[in-house]
């Protein structure tokens, strides 16, 4: 640039001195944390395309046993077995029974254990975890051998004896998941608040007087958000497809109520005459596992702490 | 300058120490025997470097550690011998601020939660007068209402150490730990901050330990300086007695090291560059932990822990090599 | 004049970032001559360390990436060379030294062989001569027992030490520039004098030319010829050392100068801060970027960047307004010499004694 170009008249040397409000002024835009992790999300291709998919499922699992004119436990005897058409979108099943609509119900119960299993195990999970390493000492101790415990025997025989003790259905599901299923999310959570616990500004609330309690809640807690959602997103494909193999060996939900997995079950044993009964439900358990696994990727880059406020 | 004498005592430590197990056998002595009065309204600047324990015994003061030896005595009272009440008070009379201003802020607090929760915990104004008070603060440490709902990472690193000082201030204070409040500052925001703290301390007669391992900065803002090194104090003096008339050979090494910003100056001056490093605070040796890297070593420097004495009133050192002058 | 050995020409560096692109250095250029100091000193953010990290392609790209300029060393324009000609000039050419050794060495692997692996894939050099040119670079960078450290792992040495180690290998290649960004910045004062004083001998001995990044006045009195003051992503500054210190010419400077705690700061004397903070390069001013925290600004000065004018017809550069021969004149506070009030108060000492 010349400045020989632009026009230099005295009148511009006119003292004006320093510009106080300028100074301080902020320029850039206020951004949340998690504002700017919708937008890291949104430009991760693979992660987004998993988020659209997911809400899909989630919104077809809602409405369409709805809007079918099919119940998912009717049957029709004239109707068996057959292949995809105009009046069956994914055919029918051996007694007849409309696939569509008994996939989308048992999205219903797939998706809500996982959900549920994985958030459960994450709340007890987080706080167990969090007053273990920041009080540390003997609770600790004690909770991290049980933690060992836990470890040590393998949880898919947890998993089948409390079934095969409280019976099939969704909420013995749950409680058999959540028993094993804590102890991870408990680790990573201690892991996480024995780091930040030392941070100068959770010393500072310590200065201020801030009760324990406080401390963890407001200050510890809202710092591993981040990971937390990651970890629960990360946990909940692990819970479906423990579902899956539990209905699949007959421990999980039991028939005529659907889920993928009673779905994927029943499907085997005709693979040979109508292989799409095991294909679509197979379909619909890959993509779902596959899609949040995407997605825990997309939001650990999304929501690190470590990538943010360093530059 | 100030006369201490007849001042009040705010803060003093008797015989401190601060003791890390890291396993069986390697004990880390970060704070060994340490014993100093701060006066009320006074600033005593602790200066060392790192790994000398002067952050560790800012921490022991404020009770985020539990010392293993001696007492630390608030306004006459013990501080770990302090009932829930007391306790309370404590945790408004005493303040503060920290090294990292990155780390300082809870980063999902917006600012006016972070200055606000101290006076939230204490009660000090009801839940509407809030936001003003947040905001007489904010102008006091010269930031404004605009930056209240703003987040700590939209800041720079001057402006949160601000927020930083506006929280301490919150409770309403009598004394304040300074843990090196400027060393990861730029240099044209170092005195911005520098004479923030010391309006704030005319304004609000404030009693301030002010830790940093830059004497420059420790002699500008400091009444008295105290000088560690290795877990121990080895020199205390009046911040002018220190500068003109160092005793212990640590301090004027120290002294010498500062660079200068006078180039033919610097081209002139012949520095004490002393071998070797700090040796590490790990099981040290129960004598003159400066010994190792000193010019003027003997054999008793090795053997034995040379204590403070005083070479004028208001100067201590702990040196043999000064001692031996001065026993009566 | 000493030879050219590197020069930079209009260099403009930016990031692209989620809001927006950050323009860290603006059309920056200097020289670096053979066997010089130049020192850079700026406040972070001012672009110092990115304007380095460019000479060695050091900064992550994307998302950063050249926006216009030149690098020319030995006739090549470093802009123009891909990743893999990069790594023939990184440590051997140009050599660097960072602020934190304790990142930038790596901690899987003994101290010595992270000093031959300079020579690795160079021909001319047998492994027996990479050992001997190690364990020499050892002892001149004042290790004891060269021999010992040689087989010991970054992680059993001090911080000061592995500062040495680090020196070493950006020496053992007798590269001909050495970029040394904040060298002493993480280390204690006793520590940092005896890096520094290693650091001037070696670089008197090699006859190297060295990049010195600091944000420390002293350590540029110390160590300097010549001088870089950056602000806001451009070099408003540029001379001697001397010139710099004594006849400071731009108001950034000057205050900068004015704001440091010296040993001779009185208690009651007040400092002088530059206040409010540096320029966001998010969205940069289009005229000085110092304007707003200037006490001398101008109209102009909000709107048109001022060009680098010659201060004195010597080899002293400012970027301000205030050489303007329509603005008014500023008399500039810069460091008054310890040594110029020695030699004045000796001679109206004698002149005192002369008289009795």
């Given at each position: 640039?010349?400045?020989?170009?632009?026009?230099i008249t005295?009148e511009?040397?006119?003292?004006?001195?320093?510009?106080?409000?300028?100074?301080e002024?902020i320029?850039?835009?206020?951004?949340t944390?998690?504002?700017?992790?919708?937008?890291?999300i949104?430009?991760d291709?693979a992660a987004f395309l998993a988020l659209?998919?997911?809400?899909?499922?989630?919104?077809?699992?809602?409405?369409a046993p709805?809007?079918?004119?099919?119940?998912?436990d009717q049957q029709?005897?004239?109707?068996?077995?057959?292949?995809?058409s105009?009046?069956?979108?994914?055919?029918t099943d051996?007694?007849?029974?409309?696939?569509w609509?008994?996939?989308?119900?048992?999205?219903?119960v797939?998706?809500?254990?996982?959900?549920?299993a994985?958030?459960?195990n994450s709340?007890i999970?987080t706080?167990?975890?969090?007053?273990?390493g920041?009080?540390?000492?003997?609770?600790?101790m004690?909770?991290?051998?049980?933690?060992?415990?836990?470890?040590?025997?393998?949880s898919?025989?947890?998993n089948i004896l409390?079934m095969?003790?409280?019976g099939?259905?969704?909420?013995?599901?749950?409680v058999?998941?959540?028993?094993t299923?804590?102890?991870?999310t408990?680790r990573?959570?201690?892991?996480?608040?024995?780091r930040?616990?030392?941070q100068e500004f959770v010393?500072a609330a310590?200065?201020?007087?801030q009760s324990t309690f406080?401390?963890i809640?407001r200050e510890?807690?809202?710092n591993?958000?981040?990971?937390?959602?990651?970890?629960l997103?990360?946990?909940?494909?692990?819970?479906?497809?423990r579902e899956?193999?539990?209905s699949?060996?007959g421990?999980g939900?039991?028939?005529?109520?659907a889920?993928w997995?009673?779905?994927?079950?029943e499907?085997?044993a005709?693979?040979?005459?109508?292989?799409h009964?095991l294909?679509?439900?197979a379909?619909?358990?890959a993509?779902?596992?596959?899609?949040?696994?995407?997605?825990?990727?997309?939001?650990?880059d999304?929501?690190?702490?470590?990538?943010?406020g360093?530059? | 300058?100030?006369?201490?004498v007849?001042q009040k005592?705010m803060l003093?430590l008797?015989d401190?120490?601060?003791y890390f197990?890291?396993s069986r056998?390697?004990i880390?002595?970060?704070v060994?025997?340490?014993?100093?009065?701060?006066?009320?309204?006074?600033?005593?600047?602790?200066v060392g470097e790192?790994?000398c324990?002067?952050t560790?015994?800012?921490?022991s003061?404020?009770?985020?550690y539990?010392?293993?030896t001696g007492n630390?005595y608030?306004k006459?009272?013990?501080v770990?011998?302090?009932?829930?009440?007391?306790?309370?008070?404590y945790r408004?009379?005493?303040?503060?601020?920290?090294?990292n201003p990155?780390?300082?802020?809870?980063?999902?607090?917006?600012?006016?939660?972070?200055v606000?929760t101290?006076m939230?915990i204490?009660d000090?104004v009801?839940?509407?007068e809030?936001?003003?008070k947040?905001?007489?603060?904010l102008?006091?440490?010269?930031l404004?209402k605009d930056h209240?709902?703003?987040f700590?990472?939209?800041?720079?690193?001057g402006?949160?150490?601000?927020i930083?000082?506006?929280?301490?201030l919150s409770?309403d204070p009598d004394?304040i730990v300074?843990?090196?409040p400027i060393s990861?500052l730029?240099v044209?925001?170092?005195?911005q901050?520098?004479?923030?703290l010391?309006d704030l301390q005319?304004?609000?007669?404030?009693?301030?330990?002010?830790?940093?391992h830059d004497?420059?900065v420790v002699?500008y803002?400091s009444?008295?300086?105290?000088?560690?090194?290795?877990g121990?104090?080895?020199e205390?003096a009046?911040a002018?007695?220190?500068?003109?008339n160092?005793q212990h050979?640590?301090t004027?090494v120290l002294?010498?090291?500062?660079p200068v910003?006078?180039?033919k100056?610097?081209?002139?001056k012949e520095?004490l560059v002393v071998?070797g490093?700090v040796?590490?605070p790990?099981?040290?040796p129960?004598?003159c932990?400066?010994a190792?890297r000193?010019p003027?070593?003997?054999k008793?420097?090795f053997?034995?822990?040379?204590s403070?004495?005083d070479?004028?009133p208001?100067?201590?050192?702990?040196?043999?090599m000064i001692e031996?002058?001065f026993r009566? | 004049m000493?030879?050219v050995?590197?020069?930079?020409?209009?260099l403009?560096?930016?990031f692209?970032t989620?809001?927006?692109?950050v323009?860290?250095?603006?059309?920056?250029?200097?020289?670096?001559r053979?066997?010089?100091?130049l020192?850079i000193v700026g406040e972070?953010g001012?672009?110092?360390?990115v304007?380095?990290q460019?000479i060695?392609?050091?900064?992550p790209?994307p998302?950063g990436?050249?926006?216009?300029g030149s690098?020319i060393?030995?006739?090549?324009?470093?802009?123009k060379?891909?990743?893999?000609?990069?790594?023939?000039?990184r440590g051997?050419e140009i050599g660097f030294?960072?602020q934190?050794p304790m990142?930038?060495?790596?901690?899987t692997?003994?101290?010595?062989?992270q000093?031959?692996?300079?020579?690795?894939?160079?021909k001319?050099?047998s492994?027996s001569?990479?050992?001997?040119?190690?364990?020499d670079i050892?002892?001149l960078?004042?290790?004891?027992?060269p021999?010992k450290?040689?087989?010991?792992?970054?992680h059993e040495?001090?911080?000061?030490m592995k500062?040495r180690?680090?020196?070493?290998?950006?020496?053992v290649?007798h590269?001909g520039?050495i970029i040394a960004?904040?060298?002493?910045?993480s280390?204690?004062?006793?520590?940092?004098?005896q890096?520094?004083?290693i650091?001037?001998d070696?670089q008197q001995?090699?006859m190297?030319?060295i990049?010195?990044?600091?944000?420390?006045?002293?350590?540029?009195?110390?160590?300097?010829d010549?001088?870089l003051?950056?602000y806001?992503g451009?070099?408003?500054?540029?001379g001697?050392?001397d010139?710099?210190f004594?006849?400071?010419?731009?108001?950034?400077?000057?205050?900068?100068?004015?704001s440091?705690?010296?040993?001779?700061?009185?208690?009651d004397?007040?400092l002088?801060?530059i206040?409010?903070?540096?320029?966001?390069?998010?969205?940069?001013p289009p005229g000085c970027?110092?304007?707003?925290?200037c006490?001398y600004?101008m109209?102009?000065?909000?709107s048109i960047?001022?060009e680098s004018?010659?201060?004195?017809?010597?080899q002293?550069?400012?970027?301000c307004?205030?050489l303007?021969?329509?603005?008014?004149?500023v008399?500039?506070?810069?460091?008054k010499s310890?040594?110029?009030?020695?030699?004045l108060?000796?001679s109206?000492?004698?002149?005192?004694?002369?008289n009795?």
């Amino acid at each position: 640039m010349n400045i020989n170009d632009k026009k230099i008249t005295p009148e511009l040397f006119r003292h004006v001195g320093k510009d106080i409000e300028e100074m301080e002024s902020i320029s850039r835009p206020s951004i949340t944390f998690w504002k700017e992790g919708w937008l890291r999300i949104r430009t991760d291709k693979a992660a987004f395309l998993a988020l659209i998919i997911l809400t899909l499922y989630v919104l077809l699992a809602i409405f369409a046993p709805m809007l079918s004119r099919y119940a998912f436990d009717q049957q029709d005897a004239y109707a068996m077995r057959q292949s995809f058409s105009a009046d069956h979108w994914f055919g029918t099943d051996s007694l007849g029974r409309d696939l569509w609509v008994r996939i989308w119900v048992g999205a219903r119960v797939s998706l809500s254990i996982g959900f549920i299993a994985a958030l459960i195990n994450s709340v007890i999970g987080t706080v167990l975890g969090g007053f273990s390493g920041y009080i540390g000492g003997k609770f600790d101790m004690i909770l991290m051998r049980i933690i060992d415990v836990i470890y040590g025997i393998p949880s898919m025989i947890v998993n089948i004896l409390v079934m095969v003790v409280l019976g099939p259905g969704m909420e013995s599901l749950i409680v058999a998941m959540v028993i094993t299923g804590w102890a991870g999310t408990c680790r990573f959570s201690r892991g996480e608040v024995y780091r930040l616990k030392e941070q100068e500004f959770v010393l500072a609330a310590r200065v201020l007087g801030q009760s324990t309690f406080m401390i963890i809640v407001r200050e510890i807690i809202p710092n591993i958000m981040g990971l937390l959602v990651t970890n629960l997103t990360m946990a909940i494909p692990s819970a479906i497809f423990r579902e899956a193999f539990l209905s699949y060996i007959g421990l999980g939900i039991s028939p005529p109520d659907a889920s993928w997995g009673v779905l994927a079950k029943e499907g085997t044993a005709l693979m040979q005459v109508a292989p799409h009964l095991l294909y679509v439900p197979a379909f619909f358990i890959a993509t779902t596992v596959l899609a949040f696994n995407q997605l825990g990727n997309g939001l650990r880059d999304a929501l690190d702490p470590r990538l943010r406020g360093t530059d | 300058m100030r006369n201490n004498v007849d001042q009040k005592v705010m803060l003093e430590l008797d015989d401190v120490s601060q003791y890390f197990q890291l396993s069986r056998h390697k004990i880390l002595k970060a704070v060994d025997h340490v014993s100093f009065k701060i006066h009320e309204g006074e600033t005593v600047g602790l200066v060392g470097e790192s790994g000398c324990g002067k952050t560790t015994t800012g921490r022991s003061i404020l009770k985020l550690y539990t010392p293993n030896t001696g007492n630390i005595y608030f306004k006459g009272k013990d501080v770990f011998s302090f009932n829930s009440e007391e306790e309370k008070r404590y945790r408004k009379e005493a303040q503060m601020i920290f090294q990292n201003p990155h780390a300082s802020l809870n980063p999902r607090m917006t600012v006016r939660e972070i200055v606000g929760t101290g006076m939230k915990i204490h009660d000090l104004v009801k839940p509407k007068e809030m936001d003003a008070k947040v905001e007489a603060l904010l102008r006091q440490v010269g930031l404004n209402k605009d930056h209240m709902s703003r987040f700590p990472h939209e800041f720079s690193g001057g402006q949160k150490q601000r927020i930083g000082i506006a929280r301490a201030l919150s409770v309403d204070p009598d004394f304040i730990v300074c843990d090196e409040p400027i060393s990861a500052l730029d240099v044209s925001i170092q005195a911005q901050v520098l004479n923030m703290l010391k309006d704030l301390q005319d304004t609000r007669g404030l009693t301030y330990l002010f830790i940093a391992h830059d004497l420059s900065v420790v002699k500008y803002i400091s009444d008295r300086i105290i000088v560690m090194y290795l877990g121990t104090i080895v020199e205390e003096a009046t911040a002018e007695e220190l500068y003109r008339n160092p005793q212990h050979p640590y301090t004027k090494v120290l002294l010498s090291s500062i660079p200068v910003a006078d180039p033919k100056q610097a081209r002139k001056k012949e520095r004490l560059v002393v071998k070797g490093e700090v040796t590490s605070p790990i099981n040290p040796p129960d004598s003159c932990r400066f010994a190792g890297r000193c010019p003027n070593a003997e054999k008793r420097c090795f053997e034995e822990m040379p204590s403070l004495c005083d070479v004028s009133p208001e100067h201590r050192v702990a040196c043999f090599m000064i001692e031996q002058y001065f026993r009566p | 004049m000493p030879e050219v050995v590197l020069e930079v020409n209009n260099l403009e560096f930016s990031f692209r970032t989620y809001g927006g692109v950050v323009k860290a250095v603006r059309d920056v250029s200097f020289e670096v001559r053979q066997g010089e100091i130049l020192g850079i000193v700026g406040e972070s953010g001012c672009g110092k360390s990115v304007t380095v990290q460019s000479i060695l392609r050091l900064n992550p790209e994307p998302p950063g990436f050249f926006a216009g300029g030149s690098i020319i060393y030995k006739g090549q324009d470093i802009v123009k060379k891909s990743e893999r000609e990069m790594r023939s000039i990184r440590g051997i050419e140009i050599g660097f030294i960072f602020q934190d050794p304790m990142t930038s060495l790596n901690p899987t692997m003994r101290v010595g062989k992270q000093i031959e692996e300079v020579f690795v894939g160079r021909k001319a050099v047998s492994s027996s001569e990479a050992k001997k040119k190690a364990l020499d670079i050892l002892e001149l960078v004042g290790i004891n027992e060269p021999e010992k450290r040689y087989r010991q792992y970054p992680h059993e040495l001090s911080g000061g030490m592995k500062q040495r180690i680090m020196i070493a290998i950006a020496l053992v290649g007798h590269p001909g520039i050495i970029i040394a960004d904040e060298p002493t910045t993480s280390l204690d004062v006793t520590i940092e004098a005896q890096i520094l004083e290693i650091l001037k001998d070696l670089q008197q001995k090699f006859m190297t030319s060295i990049i010195l990044i600091t944000h420390d006045l002293g350590v540029i009195a110390k160590m300097c010829d010549r001088v870089l003051v950056m602000y806001g992503g451009k070099i408003i500054e540029e001379g001697d050392v001397d010139d710099i210190f004594y006849n400071t010419a731009h108001p950034y400077t000057s205050g900068l100068i004015q704001s440091i705690a010296t040993l001779d700061t009185n208690k009651d004397e007040e400092l002088i801060p530059i206040e409010g903070t540096p320029p966001d390069l998010f969205s940069p001013p289009p005229g000085c970027p110092f304007a707003a925290r200037c006490e001398y600004a101008m109209e102009i000065c909000k709107s048109i960047m001022p060009e680098s004018t010659s201060v004195t017809g010597k080899q002293h550069y400012s970027a301000c307004w205030l050489l303007h021969e329509y603005a008014p004149e500023v008399e500039l506070v810069s460091v008054k010499s310890a040594e110029d009030n020695k030699t004045l108060e000796s001679s109206s000492d004698e002149k005192a004694g002369g008289n009795v």
